[in-house]
Nanobody, 122 residues
Framework: QVQLVESGGGLVQAGATLRLSCTAS?????MAWFRQAPGKEREFVAA????????YYGDSVKGRFTISRDKGKNMVYLQMNSLKPEDTAVYYC??????????????????WGQGTQVTVSS
């Protein structure tokens, strides 16, 4: 069982930066960030493999967001630069303990945080 707690959301203007943090109570094969805007499906944002730190990004955030992890602290971060109003969503930290499915497949993630709101005003 892995418990996840996110922090770092808030209200910012377009073009600003934010860093989200996720504290995990245990280790996993990979950890990821997803987001969900009102009325939309939960969307893959980024993932990182815990062992080798390989990273993966959704097309809408490539070049703007960076995912990283701190092994010693069992934490994952999402650095978000050049934020846009369309980035507005609840951001969820997720963890998985298997590697069978695609890294962006949300149903492969067994553990989820409670979410943190990110709002970007224009």
């Amino acid at each position: 069982q892995v418990q996840l707690v996110e922090s770092g959301g808030g209200l910012v203007q377009a073009g600003a930066t934010l860093r989200l943090s996720c504290t995990a109570s245990g280790r996993a094969y990979a950890m990821a960030w997803f987001r969900q805007a009102p009325g939309k499906e939960r969307e893959f944002v980024a993932a990182i493999a815990w062992s080798d730190a390989n990273t993966y990004y959704g097309d809408s955030v490539k070049g703007r967001f960076t995912i990283s992890r701190d092994k010693g602290k069992n934490m994952v971060y999402l650095q978000m630069n050049s934020l846009k109003p369309e980035d507005t969503a609840v951001y969820y930290c997720a963890a998985r303990d298997n590697k069978e499915a695609d890294i962006a497949y949300r149903f492969a993630y067994k553990y989820w945080g409670q979410g943190t709101q990110v709002t970007v005003s224009s």
